[in-house]
Structures are given as C-alpha cells and as structure tokens.
C-alpha cells in the first residue's frame, strides 16, 4: 500500500488528500467509495471565493491606495503554515504555461479596494487564521499598493504575513534597489514563495508551492543571515 497524506480540517470537518495526482486510480477509487467524490483544490484556487468586500466611492478611491483584487477567502490551508486568509491579486503580466489562474491574468479585471478596507476584510473575526497570504496574478506589479495592504494588515495586529511572486527574489532584490516599495515590501514579509510555475516540474511541488522550481523563502532569517534561508515546514 503506497503511502498517502491525508488532512483533517478541524473546524469544517473537510478531509484533503494531499497530491492526489501520485495516488494510483485504484487506491483513488476505493476513497471515493468509502468518503464520497471529491473536489479539486489546488494553490491559488480555493474552491469558495468571496468577491471584493464591498463597492467603494469612486472619490475615496482617489484619495486611497487601493489594491485590484479578484477576491479573497479564509480558512486555507494550501498557502502558508496553518490556517490562512487569503487574497487575490489582479493582474499577471507572465501568463506561465499551465496556470491554474488564467482569469487573473487580465489588468483590468477585478475591483480596485482600499488597502485598509482589504486589511479588515481579510482579518475578519468571524475566522480564525494564523496569517494572510497574498497572491496573484503577481502581486508585485502592484508593488505600492502591496506594501499598502501589509501595513495596513500590521497596523491591525496580523503577525505573519506570507506572499507568493512569480519572480524570483533575487530579481525582487535588485528591482527594490529602484523601487523602494519592492524593497519595503521584502523587508516586511514573513515568507515569500517565489519563481515562475513551470509545468514540467509540477510533479515536484512541495507543501505551498505548483512547481518543484519554487521556493519557500523565510525572509526574517534571510534577513538576519543576509543569505537566502528556506523554510522549514
């Protein structure tokens, strides 16, 4: 018998089996058999969004920093250590072969959110969580808006705070000698996961991550060592 993950949600009584693509079909049949037909779920989809919190007036728009997101959603536990809540950013100017997100690619999509509207939305304490991720599309084309949102998430208290990028970090790094939002935002972050998705190397995805490329990135390590720390899951 080959060996399977499987992960009790003790709050929704929901039961992920992990990689279900390296299960054989007989094994994946007499699951089903014994707990029902399943629903995929895979990074960067949930199978629930909420859509943006709420239409704000155009005239506090304009005098906010706003962040044009898709939608967002709590109790995930696929991005980040624990139980997250999660947001989706709009707009990917990469559009990676075999994305999962396709309908996040467009920059015109979405609703455009206050950050610190987004931020209370996302720390609702209807939920539990033991951080918010932050994902895309690619968050970092929304870099000032992105660090917005992280400050506004600080300000109410939130204590880790993970993102993913499709750039790696060292080109994050050296853009942010430029764009000193990007390195603000480096400089606050708790995880990042970064790289590309790429399709061929699916099969190695780790725990957070879509490809065996990506990396999980314990950035508060990173900065104490000044060299690149993985995460220990």
């Known amino acids: 018998m080959p060996e399977i993950t499987l992960i009790v949600d003790e709050l929704s009584g929901d039961l992920l089996l992990e990689s279900p693509d390296h299960v054989s079909a007989d094994l994946l049949e007499e699951i089903t058999t014994h707990l029902g037909a399943a629903q995929e779920l895979g990074c960067a989809r949930p199978l629930d969004i909420l859509p943006p919190p709420h239409v704000v ?13 898709a939608g967002y959603y709590h109790n995930s536990l696929t991005e980040g250590p624990g139980r997250r809540s999660s947001v989706l950013f709009q707009f990917c100017p990469l559009a990676c072969k075999g994305c999962w997100v396709t309908n996040l ?30 994902l895309g599309g690619e968050p ?72 065996g490329n990506q990396r999980v990135i314990n950035l508060c390590a990173t900065r104490r060592k000044g060299q690149i720390v993985l995460y220990s899951c």
């Not at 007036?57 to 997101?69: C, G, H, L, T």
């Open 57 to 69: 007036p155009a005239e506090e728009i304009a005098v906010s920093i706003s962040v044009r997101v």
């Open 105 to 134: 690619h467009d920059p015109n999509a979405g609703a455009l959110i206050p950050a610190d509207h987004m931020a209370k939305a996302l720390l609702d304490p209807a939920f539990k969580r033991d951080g918010v991720s932050i």
């Open 140 to 211: 970092f084309v929304q870099a000032e808006a992105l660090m917005a949102l992280i400050r506004a998430l600080r300000a109410r208290d939130c204590q880790h705070i993970l993102c993913y990028s499709r750039y790696t970090y060292e080109a994050l790094r050296s853009w942010g000698a430029r764009q000193p939002a990007i390195k603000a935002v480096l400089d606050e972050l708790d995880i990042l996961v970064d790289g590309p998705y790429i399709e061929s190397q699916a099969g190695g995805a780790g725990a957070w991550t879509g490809s």
